[in-house]
């Protein structure tokens, strides 16, 4: 039944055949026999079938020989050989209730299709039916025109069976692109082999002036149908066989081809349309796929054509066509991190051996350890590592050539964030961007000065993240500059931005690093569901595309949500697996945030002096687990842990040291956490002093820390006895912990509001991350069909997500969810 998935449609149309003939057409492999199959196997009747085939197609009454023969007496039915002799005497003989069913009836011998159309235009009134079903092409074309048969063409399936269709199993970027070439066709979702088979057949019986059109439409990327025309040199009738055929449609001036075909000529192909194209990318294009032969000049310009189009093939080529062997090498190493970014892991492990080592630099050698090793799975990162590929960008600028500075250092720029730098290592960075001559507001310049040097070029950065927001920027390591500067509101977008384009693009080893960038921007947030929804998912991919370092990091980012909700066992065993997992590698920038984690767990837990030992490791420059900057988002959860246990005395010496760095940072994350941190040292000597609007320009930005606030101005009205005035803050804080998935804090916002002699409800119907996602999306707007391409799921899996948010946000309709959203309080 697999097979008809998505055909409901069909079904219901071939339920009532009583004196009919339908005429079922379409491509090999959309699903005519299948359909045919079904309809035989559950009408109830008795059904005769056959079944063309091309080596019986020039013998008369062959088919219908076969048809008929346990039927009826076949010799006496067809010793006329007249076919409208045949056709009354087979009316005649037919018992009531008989279906007849002829599939690839194109290949028919002509007597027997005369016969069985003759014998479908008469069968109005009589309790006997007629389906055929024939593949696109001349031939079912010239048969049907003036038949009088009803024809019933059949289409792709939807991109929701499609998914649900598709051969399960298979990688993600495999499976996106069996969608994409599939097309919606059955018999391609299963077994694309079979499909392009079937294809190549159909292709070879052409004419071969439709063919060499064909072949020349694959390889251009306009559908300009004149062009095509002038590239050949032959005319638009040439095309109707092919059109015919369904392997093209022409609307106006642009021919597409209905699915990807082999080309046999390739070379020419590319050469014809490289004649005739004004374009001077596209004619390099078309040139560089035409030569036979090493040409550095057409290699040279080829290169060009790469980092505009930034795909592996056309690294690939300009490969090919180069006689250096550095050059080449070079252009190999592009093509595969390009093809790694794509998630294309067989195009790596294709074009890695071709690769010459030897011939590359120290830099480009290192580079092409980490791309075959999953960006730094089992490599060591150290601060020389790092030098070498600041060399080797700056020889690259004095050579005059800003980007490939900037792609030499573009695979390893995330680790000046993740790796303890030393002074060597940050005056290279410096001495860098000054040659550069580009100043904070240059996207590549703020991500170098972000992650390097933040305490020193923080506040220009800051200042240049509006503009950078403003212009969509898809680049996930643009987010992580933002994080390394404080920034949460425009990390948020920029992260958002680049998963959006990433999905879109299908550019699936990029789309885990995304998310991984995404969960973080939760982790600091400190909002469990964005941590869940994008870290789960990272993790997924991390494993198909081949990226350990990522899947730790990912990882790590869920023992975070486990920490958030209490979960304090599972948090930490996370955090130790990190460890044991980063340090033979040398990344012990990392430790920072397995610290981070730690320290939350245990915050949660109510253990602040354990959590405040955790913490306060971040801030400790001789210890492994400093950081400069993650520290920063650290400062509110270590006057909370301090408080907590005790240790405030200890926090107020940090304190002097934390307010000039403020002054010169400029670091959003280091004001929010500093304004928290005041507010609750006041709010421990006395409720009086404290005054909440005082807070309200800066925390609403920071939703967990203004929750944190709310909860402790609650909390000390509370042991003021002033229960009524605690109230509206306690709520307003469980209703926000909630919202994030931050259930510890939640659960401990609640328990002060009974304290206060209120009754609270808890119910265990809160949506989990997933469907808070969805529910999001879908009060958007967005169809079941537009949310599962963003979060891969099926339309199917969405809608049963949906079948339950409604009666947990209880409303019974998507128009509410909106609304919904805004107001449920599903805490208190």
């Known amino acids: 039944m697999s097979d008809l998935i998505g055909r409901d449609g069909e079904l219901e149309q071939l339920t009532a055949l ?213 590239a050949t040199g032959l005319a638009a009738d040439d095309l109707q066989p092919a059109l015919d055929a369904r392997l093209a449609t022409l609307e106006g001036h642009t021919l597409r081809l209905t699915r990807p075909l082999e080309v046999a000529d390739r070379r020419g192909a590319h050469a014809a349309l490289a004649a005739v194209v004004d374009d001077p990318e596209r004619r390099t294009w078309h040139l560089a796929f035409a030569a036979t032969g090493p040409d550095d000049d057409l290699a040279a310009a080829m290169q060009r054509v790469a980092r505009v189009r930034g795909t592996a093939v056309a690294w690939e080529r300009a490969a090919e066509l180069t006689t250096d062997p550095g050059r080449r090498a070079y252009r190999y190493l592009r093509a595969v991190n390009t093809a790694f970014d794509a998630g294309e892991t067989r195009t790596v492990r294709r074009l890695s051996p071709l690769i010459d080592d030897r011939v590359l630099s120290r830099p480009e050698r290192l580079w092409l350890n980490w791309a075959n090793a999953g960006v730094g799975g089992d490599i060591e990162v150290t601060n020389i590592r790092l030098l070498t590929h600041l060399e080797a960008a700056e020889r690259s600028l004095a050579e005059g050539d800003l980007d490939d500075a900037f792609d030499v250092l573009n695979g390893v720029v995330l680790q000046l964030y993740l790796t303890p730098l030393t002074a060597e290592v940050r005056a290279a960075v410096v001495e860098f961007v000054q040659r550069t001559g580009l100043g904070a507001d240059h996207p590549r310049i703020a991500t170098l000065l972000a992650l390097a040097v933040p305490l020193e070029y923080g506040k220009q950065v800051v200042a240049a993240l509006p503009e950078f927001v403003a212009a969509p920027r898809p680049d996930y390591q643009l987010a992580w500059a933002a994080l390394a500067v404080g920034a949460l509101g425009p990390a948020k977008t920029l992260a958002a931005d680049a998963v959006t384009a990433s999905r879109s693009q299908r550019r699936i080893g990029l789309l885990t690093q995304t998310l991984v960038t995404e969960a973080w921007v939760g982790v600091f947030a400190k909002d469990a569901h964005l941590i869940e929804g994008a870290a789960g998912q990272a993790l997924r991919l991390a494993a198909e595309t081949g990226q350990p370092r990522w899947a730790i990091v990912a990882r790590l980012a869920q023992g975070m949500t486990a920490a958030l909700r209490g979960e304090q066992a599972l948090a930490e065993q996370i955090a130790d697996g990190a460890v044991r997992a980063l340090l033979p590698s040398g990344a012990h ?207 199917r899996t969405v809608s049963t997500h949906l079948y339950r948010i409604f009666p947990k946000l209880g409303i019974t309709s998507r128009s509410e969810l909106g609304t919904a959203l805004e107001t449920n309080d599903q805490g208190v």
């Open 18 to 230: 009583t004196g009919q003939a339908v005429v079922l057409t379409g491509p090999p492999g959309i699903g005519k026999s299948a359909l045919l199959d079904h309809v035989a196997r559950t009408t109830g009747w008795r059904v005769l079938t056959v079944t063309g085939v091309p080596a019986e197609s020039q013998v008369s009454f062959a088919g219908l020989e076969r048809l008929l023969r346990t039927a009826m007496p076949v010799d006496d039915v067809l010793a006329g050989r007249d076919p409208y002799r045949v056709s009354l005497a087979v009316l005649d003989r037919l018992g009531a209730g008989t279906l007849l069913v002829a599939d690839d009836a194109q290949w028919l011998d002509e007597q027997s299709w005369q016969v069985l159309a003759y014998v479908g235009r008469r069968l109005a009134g009589a309790e006997l039916a007629l389906l055929m079903g024939m593949r696109d092409g001349a031939e079912t074309a010239r048969r049907l025109r003036g038949s009088g048969l009803r024809e019933m063409p059949i289409g792709p399936v939807t991109p929701e069976a499609a998914a649900l269709i598709v051969a399960p199993g298979r990688p993600e970027a495999e499976r996106a692109r069996v969608l994409a070439e599939a097309a919606g066709n059955p018999l391609g979702l299963r077994e694309p082999a079979r499909l392009a088979e079937a294809y190549r057949v159909i292709l070879a019986d052409l004419p071969p002036p439709a063919r060499r059109l064909l072949e020349v439409a694959a390889v251009d990327d306009r559908n300009d149908v004149d062009e095509i025309l002038r």
């Open 589 to 795: 920038g990392m430790i920072c945030l397995c610290q981070f984690v730690r320290g939350h767990a245990a915050l949660a837990a109510g253990n602040g002096a354990a959590a405040f030992d955790h913490l306060l490791r971040l801030f400790d420059t001789g210890d492994i687990a400093y950081h400069p900057t993650v520290r920063f988002w650290a400062v509110g959860s270590l006057a909370e842990a301090a408080v907590m246990g005790g240790r405030t005395a200890r926090f107020e010496d940090l304190l002097p040291k934390l307010e000039a760095e403020e002054a010169a940072t400029g670091s959003p994350a280091l004001t929010r956490g500093l304004v928290y941190a005041r507010a609750l040292l006041r709010l421990q000597r006395s409720a009086d002093d404290y005054a909440p609007g005082d807070i309200a320009a800066v925390l609403p930005a920071h939703p967990f820390d203004k929750a944190r606030a709310d909860h402790a101005y609650g909390a000390a009205l509370r042991r003021d006895r002033q229960y009524v005035r605690a109230r509206p803050y306690l709520r307003a804080a469980a209703s926000l912990f909630e919202a994030l998935g931050t259930t510890a804090w939640a659960d401990r916002s609640r328990q002060e509001l009974r304290a206060t002699g209120e009754t609270v409800r808890r119910t265990d119907d809160r949506l989990t991350a997933q469907e808070a996602q969805i529910a999001a999306l879908a009060a958007q707007g967005l169809t079941n069909k537009e949310i599962g391409g963003r979060l891969f799921l099926s339309p």
